[in-house]
C-alpha cells in the first residue's frame, strides 16, 4: 500500500516498524501474530536493544515511537536519527524519484520531526546542567 501521508508515521514500513516494538511474542505459531496496542516499555527502554534494532532507514520512525511514548533518546539514537531525517530531506530535495505528490510538504514534515529531535536534545541537555541551589 506504500504512503498515504507525509508525516513520519504515514506509511507501511513505519506501522510494521511500530509492530516489531509491540510484538507480543518473537516465536509466534504460525496461526498469526499477535499485537499489542501499545509499544513494549522493556524494549523501548533497553538502550542497546533499540540501538541494535536500527537498520539505517528506520532511525527517525524509532526516535519517534520512543518520544511518543516519552522515552529518553540516547546519544547514538538522536544522532542516527537526525542523520536519517536528513538523508530522507536531501534524497527528496534532489528530485529523485520519490512518488511523493508534493515533495516540498514531504520535506517540510521530515524537517519539523527533524528540528524536534534537535531541540529535545538541546532541552534535555540544558536540564542536565542546570545546578538549582533553591
Same mark, same amino acid.
Given at each position: 500500500?506504500?504512503?498515504?501521508g507525509?508525516?513520519?508515521?504515514? @506509511? ?5 516498524? *511500530?509492530?516489531?516494538?509491540?510484538? *507480543? ?13 501499545e ?8 538502550? *542497546? ?6 537498520? @539505517? ?9 520512543m ?31 520519490? @512518488? ?13 520531526f527533524?528540528e ?6 538541546e ?12
Amino acid at each position: 500500500m506504500g504512503a498515504w501521508g507525509y508525516g513520519i508515521m504515514d @506509511g507501511d514500513d513505519p506501522l510494521d516498524t *511500530k509492530d516489531a516494538l509491540c510484538r *507480543k511474542d518473537e516465536d509466534c505459531p504460525t496461526s498469526g501474530r499477535q499485537y499489542f496496542d501499545e509499544p513494549r516499555m522493556d524494549r523501548l527502554t533497553d538502550t *542497546k536493544f533499540m540501538e541494535g534494532f536500527i537498520d @539505517g532507514d528506520n532511525a527517525g520512525v524509532v526516535a519517534f515511537i520512543m518520544i511518543e511514548n516519552r522515552v529518553p533518546l540516547s546519544d547514538e539514537i538522536r544522532r542516527r536519527a537526525i542523520s536519517c531525517l536528513q538523508s530522507d530531506i536531501d534524497y527528496v530535495s534532489n528530485g529523485n524519484p520519490t @512518488g511523493w505528490k508534493d515533495p516540498e510538504e514531504r520535506i517540510k514534515k521530515l524537517t519539523e520531526f527533524r528540528e524536534i529531535v534537535k531541540a529535545i536534545t538541546e532541552a534535555e541537555k540544558a536540564l542536565m546542567e542546570f545546578n538549582y541551589d533553591g
